[in-house]
């Protein structure tokens, strides 16, 4: 069976700082693909990354990074010098072939990000 | 382009009584997924239509939950009757299903808030 878990309900920080959201996975697929997504307060879920299991480079985009590493079946995501518009949910994800195709993703239960002045 | 839509946005209803969502993907995309967030957990897969075929409906959590999509375009999640657990967000999703998008991002709606009282 597949498991996303996001350890860290709440996070809180001041703006400027970094902080680091982490998402452990567990699948017997050999190939799947890691997704992130962030729920800010109007709702919708926004896409972020995806990333998939032949690739552990880390990626970087603005402020944001990300860490993906097999050995510890991680997939962290780090925001660099937060900033109040970073306040949201966000939501860790993994697809596979055995989930159906690809079609079903299995999320995390989320991290609330705040993010203060 | 128009981003997936889902009406209401909040619904709140009488345990027993029905309740019908709604959701219009981006024009072209043939899958369609609905999942639902309850109480703060994970959010957990419903089910996925192809065009107007259900091609997976195992995450449905019992028949009181029937889920249409005719001609392929819009979809519609019936309730009936509601019952307090089944209070949540549920969140319609729409994919392509172009060459190369096995995994491919899903693009989100901001979710209809129902609650059951």
């Known amino acids: 069976a597949q498991k996303v878990t996001q350890a860290q309900t709440e996070i809180s920080v001041v703006e400027k700082e970094d902080v680091t959201l982490d998402c452990v996975y567990e699948t017997r697929d050999t190939t799947y693909y890691l997704f992130w997504y962030k729920q800010p307060p109007s709702g919708e879920l926004v896409f972020l990354i995806r990333r998939n299991s032949f690739d552990e480079q880390n990626e970087i985009s603005g402020r944001y990074s990300w860490n993906f590493q097999k050995s510890t079946s991680s997939f962290n995501f780090t925001i660099t010098a937060s900033q109040v518009v970073d306040s949201a949910v966000y939501f860790c994800?993994?697809?596979?072939?055995?989930?159906?195709?690809?079609?079903?993703?299995?999320f995390g239960t989320g991290t609330q990000l705040k993010v203060e002045l | 382009e128009a981003g997936v839509t889902q009406f209401p946005s909040h619904s709140v209803i009488e345990k027993g009584q029905t309740v019908t969502l709604r959701c219009d993907p981006i024009?072209?995309?043939?899958?369609l997924y609905w999942y639902r967030r309850v109480m703060g957990k994970e959010i957990k897969f419903l089910l996925h239509f192809v065009k107007e075929s259900k091609q997976d409906e195992s995450g449905m959590p019992n028949n009181r939950f029937l889920a249409e999509r005719t001609g392929g375009t819009y979809s519609t999640l019936k309730v009936q009757p509601a019952e307090l657990e089944d209070s949540g967000v549920y969140f319609c999703a729409s994919k392509s299903s172009g060459t190369g998008v096995l995994f491919g991002e899903a693009f989100f709606g901001q979710g209809t808030r129902l609650t059951v009282v």
């Open positions: 994800a993994l697809t596979t072939i055995l989930t159906g195709g690809g079609n079903k993703l299995t």
């Open positions: 024009s072209g995309h043939d899958n």
